[in-house]
């Protein structure tokens, strides 16, 4: 599914990631732990397609096709799902608006035609449902005025909605209380499936409770420093970085 | 003969066919004898600073219609709201046009200017209401008094509430090279009445967006509307303008409205283009309790120019005002808000709100946008704010991300930066076709209804 080797990004001439290789397969979850500003979100901006990053060296490999020309739109196209650590508030726009329009486009692009008024209502509401989400807030604008948790749950909602291939997870547990952690968490799990794929980029173990990874990473100085099972996300927990 | 002087001189030819027993003829010639000793406004006059007016201030303009234009419905369908029922005055180059109009004298007057000004019942409306509240020492409103003969004339009775909007519809045909139109309406709502008006400004499209009779040194229309809006105790406003010409015409708007106690009046402004033009929206708040609303939204592209010169007068205490205006400017064209705000000193608790937000698009458009608060009362609360800027990156990423093109996205983020401007609009199908323009400018094929 996603085949990263060697990767080398740079922003405004500083180089983040180091030599960053990382290998995941349909119907795995990988955890991507590490200390703050060890470059976890400049990985996923950059499987993203954020042009603000610059690749110096290395590939990214997607269902065995190099992305590396493909804009952020395209990768969205075929698959590629980021929930953000920071989600963009964006007045004007109904969440309902956007995600009918987000459908659309990739349908769109897909050359499929557009989905059917009444069968994307129907979509809509079940995910919410699924997710806890109040009707109310699907006209609000998208993530104006909305909390910390609510704009994560938002971003999962939109994943449920997209039906990715490859979701990457930006510290999507942080402002999450434990209530909505666990919805979030089943929500995810009902998402996915042995045909995708998830990265969870997270600090603490306790999402892993709820979602459990098949393998996890630690990233450090912009390089995979050690990668392991479950076993390692509670090591982390107890000793922190520093013993690796 | 500069234009000034033939605008002068025009007056004796025009007062041969006009009546001049008229009760507002005195009007008309004490206007042309003031306009003679201020003329056009000069380069130095600080009202028109960022607004190059003698641009389209031609020689060869005249306020004399040669020919009747007739017009196919086909052409200008678009031009009315639709799905509603509505009260229609139409004019075509000026002229009323009974055809497409649907005016009433029922229990109520929506009409034409003409038919009021010589009709004896109505003197004392017209000796009440009539240029009280126009600014006499302004250029272009004492030209339009000097020839003000024909437009809109609406008179809603005490305690009504009118039953569908009114449609005021001005076309300009292009089919006349040089003309000057002066149009002129009247508006009164008596004592806690209510009503919706929209006014709107349209030319007909030939090839390459030009009038369609356009010919090498055809010189496109230049209109100098003007509208008194009288709206008396606890009576209730909703005014709209559409603004949508062609690339060619231009328009300058003088829009004065007199509200007394406890009445409220919004007015949107929807600014879709035009070669220059300018909006002079005057609010004089003669009573307690008032709430005055201004709202535009301007989308321009190509060499266009659009000016918003706002005023709220607050001569009375514990009463309110707003004013949001949004601009998009694409290509070259450029754009002007200027909002000022006076409160008198007896003029205490007032709240008095002001923002104007704009997208600068194309690399070499650019805006001039200035608050201009006169406040001599201390117990007010008056905020003002502007911001300038582009699209922001982070939120066009955010869309990308989702799957939607560079190109959807883009027109995405312009229509919600316009969109909330339009809440409080509320003739739903005018929303409807408001919305259909914007996105059509803005070229977004929006992916859910409107
Ligand atoms: N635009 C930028 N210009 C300069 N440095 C940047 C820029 N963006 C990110 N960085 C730097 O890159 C490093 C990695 O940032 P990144 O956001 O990827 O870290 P992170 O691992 O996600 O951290 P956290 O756990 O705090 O979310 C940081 O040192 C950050 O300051
Ligand atoms: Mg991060």
Redesign the interface.
């Known amino acids: 599914m996603l085949e990263i080797k060697d990767l080398h990004v740079s922003i405004d001439g500083k180089e983040i990631l180091k030599g960053l290789s990382l290998n995941v397969k349909p119907g795995e979850i990988h955890a991507i732990m590490g200390p703050n500003g060890s470059g976890k979100s400049t990985l996923s901006s950059v499987i993203a397609g954020n042009e603000d990053y610059e690749v110096t060296k290395g590939s990214i490999f997607y269902k065995n096709e190099n992305i590396e020309d493909l804009s952020a739109e395209e990768r969205a196209n075929r698959g590629i799902f980021m929930s953000f650590q920071y989600p963009v508030e964006i007045p004007g726009i109904t969440v309902t608006n956007f995600i009918k329009t987000a459908i659309n486009s990739n349908l769109k692009a897909r050359g499929e035609k557009e989905m059917a008024a009444n069968e994307m209502l129907k979509k809509i509401r079940d995910k919410a449902n699924m997710l806890e989400i109040d009707s109310k807030f699907l006209s609000r604008s998208l993530n104006e005025g909305f909390s910390g948790g609510e704009k994560k749950r938002n971003e999962i909602f939109q994943m449920a909605m997209l039906e990715p291939s490859l979701a990457i997870l930006d510290e999507t547990d942080s402002g999450l209380d434990i209530d909505a952690l666990r919805i979030v968490a089943n929500g995810v799990n009902k998402i996915k499936s042995s045909s995708n794929a998830i990265v969870i980029i997270t600090h603490y173990q306790r999402l892993l409770d709820h979602i459990i990874p098949d393998y996890v990473h630690v990233l450090q100085d912009g390089k995979i420093a050690k990668s392991g099972n479950k076993e390692l996300a509670l090591e982390l927990e107890e000793k922190g970085y520093d013993w690796i | 003969m500069s234009l000034k002087e033939k605008m002068v001189s025009s007056f004796l030819a025009f007062e041969l066919d006009t009546n001049i027993n008229s009760p507002v003829h005195d009007i008309r010639s004490e206007s042309i004898k003031d306009f003679e000793k201020i003329g056009f406004p000069g380069k130095k006059n600080e009202y028109w600073k960022y607004t190059p007016i003698n641009k389209v201030l031609n020689d060869k303009l005249t306020v004399f219609k040669k020919k009747r234009h007739l017009i196919e419905f086909e052409k200008v369908k678009d031009f009315f709201v639709n799905g509603i029922e509505s009260y229609k005055i139409v004019f075509i180059d000026g002229a009323y046009d009974p055809l497409w109009s649907n005016t009433t004298h029922k229990g109520v007057d929506i009409c034409i200017l003409s038919a009021i000004l010589e009709n004896k019942k109505y003197e004392g409306l017209i000796n009440k209401y009539y240029n009280t509240i126009t600014d006499k020492n302004e250029s272009f409103s004492l030209l339009n008094s000097s020839f003000s003969k024909e437009g809109a004339f609406v008179h809603i009775p005490k305690n009504m509430e009118l039953d569908k909007p009114i449609e005021i519809i001005h076309i300009n045909s292009g089919g006349e090279s040089s003309l000057m139109l002066q149009p002129r309406s009247l508006i009164i709502l008596e004592k806690n009445s209510k009503a919706q008006i929209l006014e709107s400004h349209y030319s007909l499209v030939g090839e390459n967006n030009k009038s369609p009779y356009s010919y090498p040194g055809f010189i496109d229309p230049l209109t100098n509307t003007l509208t008194e809006i009288h709206v008396e105790e606890n009576a209730n406003l909703d005014y709209y303008k559409i603004q949508n010409d062609l690339e060619t015409t231009s328009l300058i708007d003088n829009t004065y409205i007199n509200q007394k106690r406890d009445s409220e009046v919004s007015c949107h402004t929807f600014s879709f283009g035009g070669n220059i033009v300018r909006n002079n929206l005057n609010f004089y708040q003669n009573g307690e309790n008032i709430n005055s609303i201004m709202k535009g939204i301007t989308i321009l592209g190509g060499n266009q120019h659009t000016d918003h010169h706002t005023l709220v007068h607050h001569a009375n205490p514990n009463c309110e005002s707003y004013q949001e205006y949004k601009g998009i400017y694409n290509d070259n064209s450029t754009g002007v808000f200027n909002g000022r705000v006076l409160v008198d000193k007896i003029a205490q608790k007032i709240n008095a709100f002001q923002q104007n937000n704009n997208l600068l698009v194309g690399e070499k458009s650019s805006v001039n946008t200035k608050p201009q608060l006169e406040i001599f009362a201390d117990d007010v609360k008056c905020s003002h704010g502007c911001t300038i800027g582009q699209l922001?990156d982070?939120?066009l990423?955010?869309?990308?991300?989702?799957?939607?093109?560079?190109k959807?996205?883009k027109g995405?983020?312009t229509?919600?930066?316009?969109?909330?401007v339009l809440e409080n609009v509320k003739m739903q199908a005018l929303k409807t076709k408001i919305k259909k323009i914007i996105a059509n400018k803005i070229g977004v094929n929006?992916?859910?209804e409107l």
């Open positions: 922001d982070s939120a990423f955010y869309l990308k991300t989702r799957g939607i093109s560079e959807e996205a995405l983020l229509y919600a930066f316009a969109n909330n929006l992916g859910f």
